[in-house]
């Protein structure tokens, strides 16, 4: 996307210049002119994004800035590459390269002149774009940011298809049945289900349930482990059996009671025979629902009951849901309804172009002129078949989308289809990527995150969870949108996919596949890297193998040794046995995900100044970083599995207060040790938000004269979300018991998430815990608290919105509404001793979920009384005219 190339370059370069300017001082005044040069066409660039789908002209002068930054960008990279070789090496060797380094920066400093031509070329031919631009466009004023739509429990005109369906699945003959839901692409097969599948009702009847995706390109095993990780997680025994084995436990499993298992979008014949060996066909009343594009796949599923059509909207269907997803909960205007009846007319009956159309429309506000024109252009498609009129309607809104959020949307295409993907990683790869600008006052994650809400609000990706606060968790793009993503960003040369890899296809002499500045491989990933392919462009190494690979010693620099100017190496499944020494090398690193063996990660990791995240996943229980990671001011985010040792900051600069090795970047720091928990260390990230400790807590809490470690804490003014985990093994989890917990102004005092896990505290200690005035988010993990009575002190949890207990040993609990006044979600799991959820606190008004997994049936029992007031409660709401709070029980077995 050239938008975002040109302002990740110009950011790129600015940084360069004002941090490590050491490493181009010989040829630093001609990269002050290219930047000043390719100012020139970021307002360009901005001004002409709609337009320039409509025009030629625009598209060749947009294709041409696009090579020339990318050329600018490959120049520049590669220098400093050298340069930080050349710098980090020992006067020995510089004398061997003494008559290199010269002709680099001779070479170096006419390509950028080259270039400095080619930019002067393009923008005094760029009148004739300007003239492309006046041709009287009406402007897009700038609208009030509207709320985010909230996704609908029940979606328009499926009430009676589910019911349907619902009844098939609850009733019929004793043996394993196969009920299928088929229908053309973008009708709601998916939606549908997924609706079913959410149902109590549903729930309740199939407590083993689990939902896979197959897709038209499916990996057997991975298929396998997926059903499987809705009922347990998998072993790492698991992960190395083959299919068969898989397939022969998970058999075995659902062998032993009812179940249901939701298969979406499966192609062919074949796939279900491939796949159907791993459900048991016992007569328990289970159910397989399948859904479908292929009518014959379905008959071929089940011949004895005919798949269940899903029909097309009706008009007043279609004009209601595109209401909702272009009004929200706002009332239609009056001149809105002729063109808004028109476009929903247009669109066929087909709910996601609805929505999609909806999104366009919701982004351009309620005047009039927009629904207008939007109803002409999509008048324009109406002579098209179903499936080209659906990839119309995302090209509209495609088009419709401001420049900053194109490259955001596309990116969706690198991961796997129907993937749902963790908004934090999403935001931190976006970020290491370039897309998200500096705003003043904003942090790059909360910009990102308001981006993802612009593309939800919008309709182009789905949210699959959202987190207790209500921010969206995971999210995807329906599967005809990520088609689109792939095919807009080939046309681009935006990234390439290794699906099937193929020494011929994918051939490093390929000069195509080195065109491309990001590759995302899914499969075969040993065969791609020993095939030792070479990219002396790609900025972008994601893999997303549903396979460990493991590679060896003389293997690790493979990765590193290929590409040279990477910013994005997320290697997870990738097993490092040991650390790669060229990794140093990639001083253009911004993101980088690890699995290792490492118990020290070298000092050579600090040479990597661009870090932004840096995640290390071991299997070694504790890690110590060697490197000066103080150095690296570009850190965000440091996560790692293990108890993690910090270095200290150097003697030198402790007592020089050396504000220069203050990183006011770093946000995220877990999990450490509790001996790292020191005030100089703390010192040195005083913007920390997420902490997360790991270790014997008991030294974080041992008092060193008149303080403790933990005492360091209380200083860290904008941490919001702490962990402390307790882990004393090869000890047993009881022998790390903690006395208690400081006193209560020892904490970070605007903390809003607290997590606890193996500390063992009395529940006594639980009111120091509910004066955290900002604590809104409680976790008490497994064997957090011990004891058989809790009696909340008054006063207290004032803010607390989410209440999780893991495993206890807890049999009274007595609570009622001032001690949890604005409690909104209670969680308890394998509470097996709990004699009863406290009835009283079915009058918190704000409570709307209690979910209970592996408690008793006087729990349950009890839980099922809060249902019922909670129900009383909102019919005596709704009879005064007022919205009675939706109430949600779960309890899991169901027959508890």
């Known amino acids: 996307m050239s938008d975002a190339a040109v302002e990740f370059l110009l950011e790129n370069l600015k940084q360069l210049l004002l941090y490590n300017a050491n490493l181009i001082l010989d040829v630093k005044g001609q990269v002050e002119f290219l930047y000043n040069d390719l100012s020139l066409f970021k307002a360009f660039l901005k001004d002409s994004t709609e337009k320039r789908n409509k025009n030629a002209t625009l598209q060749e002068l947009v294709k041409q800035i696009r090579d020339v930054v990318y050329e600018a960008e490959d120049t520049v990279d590669t220098f400093v590459a050298q340069a930080a070789v050349h710098k980090s090496r020992s006067s020995i ?25 080619k930019v002067k070329d393009i923008y005094d031919n760029k009148k004739f774009g300007f003239e492309a631009l006046q041709d009287g466009e009406r402007s897009t004023k700038a609208k009030e940011k509207k709320a985010p739509i909230v996704e609908e429990d029940n979606v328009v005109g499926f009430e009676d298809e589910a019911k349907t369906v619902t009844n098939l699945l609850m009733g019929g003959p004793e043996e394993l049945e196969v009920i299928s839901i088929i229908g053309m692409p973008g009708l709601g097969k998916t939606t549908l289900a997924k609706m ?31 059903i499987w990780s809705h009922f347990a997680k998998p072993s790492d025994e698991m992960y190395k059996m083959n299919d068969e084995k898989i397939a022969k436990e998970l058999r075995e499993f659902l062998e032993k009671g009812k179940y249901l298992i939701v298969m979406d979008d499966v192609w062919t014949e074949d796939a279900w025979n491939d796949l159907k060996i791993a459900f048991p066909r016992n007569k328990k009343r289970s159910k397989i629902l399948l859904t479908s594009r292929i009518r014959r796949v379905a008959v071929h599923a089940n011949p004895n009951r005919e798949p269940h059509n899903l029909r097309f909207l009706n008009s007043d269907e279609s004009w209601i849901l595109l209401q909702r997803k272009a009004l929200g909960a706002e009332e239609c205007p009056k001149e809105l309804i002729q063109p808004g ?24 506000g309620t005047e009039s002129y927009w629904w207008e024109k939007v109803a002409q252009s999509v008048d324009a498609y109406i002579a098209m078949d179903q499936e080209k009129r659906m990839d119309s309607f995302i090209t509209l809104s495609f088009n419709h989308l401001p420049y900053y959020l194109r490259a955001c949307f596309l990116y969706f295409g690198m991961f796997p289809e129907d993937c749902q993907i963790p908004v934090w990683k999403l935001v931190r790869l976006w970020i290491a990527e370039g897309f998200i ?69 994918y051939s490093s002499s390929n000069p195509y596949l080195e065109s491309y500045r990001r590759l995302c491989i899914h499969s075969r990933v040993w065969s791609y890297i020993s095939s030792k392919p070479f990219g002396p462009r790609v900025r972008s190494f994601l893999c997303f193998s549903s396979e460990e690979i493991i590679l060896q010693a003389e293997h690790t620099s493979s990765i590193p040794g290929a590409f040279k100017l990477l910013r994005v190496l997320d290697a997870k499944p990738i097993f490092f046995t040991r650390f790669p020494t060229d990794l140093a090398q990639l001083v253009h690193l911004r993101y980088l995900v690890l699995s290792s063996n490492f118990k020290i990660l070298p000092s050579p990791i600090s040479s990597l100044w661009n870090m932004q995240t840096l995640i290390v996943e071991t299997s070694e229980r504790t890690l110590e970083i060697k490197g000066d990671i103080w150095k690296m001011i570009q850190l965000r985010h440091l996560k790692t599995n293990a108890s993690t040792s910090l270095p200290g900051p150097l003697a030198k600069s402790r007592k020089s207060k050396d504000d220069s090795l203050i990183n006011a970047n770093l946000k995220t720091i877990s999990t450490i040790s509790p001996e790292s928990c020191t005030e100089d260390v703390f010192a040195r990230a005083p913007n920390l938000k997420k902490l997360g400790i790991r270790g014997k ?48 102004y020892k904490f970070p005092p605007k903390l809003k998430k607290l997590t606890l896990a193996d500390t063992l505290l009395d529940w006594s200690q639980m009111a120091t815990l509910g004066m955290l005035e900002s604590l809104e988010i409680l976790k008490l993990k497994d064997n957090a608290f011990k004891g058989e009575w809790w009696q909340p002190e008054d006063g207290g949890f004032r803010a607390l919105k989410v209440l999780f207990i893991g495993r206890t040993d807890l049999v009274h609990w007595h609570a009622s509404t001032h001690h949890f006044p604005r409690l909104r979600s209670l969680y308890l799991k394998h509470c097996t001793s709990l004699e009863a959820v406290p009835v009283s606190l079915a009058d918190v008004l704000s409570l709307q979920i209690i979910d209970l997994y592996c408690t008793t049936k006087s729990a ?11 129900k009383t409660m909102k019919d005596e709401a709704e009879k005064q005219g007022n919205k009675g709070i939706v109430f949600k029980l779960s309890v899991y077995p169901p027959d508890q």
């Open 93 to 117: 060797e510089r004398a061997f390269h003494i008559f290199d380094y010269p002709a680099k920066l001779r070479s170096v400093a006419k390509k950028i002149e080259g270039i400095r031509a």
């Open 196 to 226: 079913i599948y959410r149902d109590p009702k549903i729930e309740y009847e199939f407590y083993n349930r689990a939902w896979v995706y197959v897709s038209q390109e499916y990996n057997r095993k991975e298929v396998f482990l997926n």
């Open 341 to 364: 009846r028109l476009i929903a007319r247009e669109c066929g009956g087909l709910p996601l172009a609805l929505v999609v159309i909806g999104g366009i429309l919701l982004e351009k």
């Open 437 to 505: 600008q500096q705003k003043e006052g904003m942090s790059l994650e909360d910009i990102a995150e308001e981006y993802l809400d612009d593309l939800v609000n919008r309709n182009l990706v789905m949210v699959g969870e959202r987190r207790s606060n209500g921010k969206v968790k995971t999210c995807h793009v329906h599967d005809m949108l990520h088609v689109f993503c792939k095919n807009q960003a080939a046309e681009e040369n935006f990234f390439q996919e290794i699906k099937r890899f193929d020494q011929v296809t």
């Open 697 to 744: 807590l008991a030294k974080l809490l041992e008092s060193k004269g008149v303080s403790s470690l933990f005492d360091s804490l209380g200083k860290l003014d904008y941490l919001e979300n702490l962990k402390l985990l307790n882990d004393v093994f090869p000890l047993p989890p009881s022998e790390g018991k903690l006395a208690g917990l400081p006193q209560r």
């Open 860 to 870: 349950a029992a009890s839980a099922r009384k809060i249902q019922q007031c909670k």
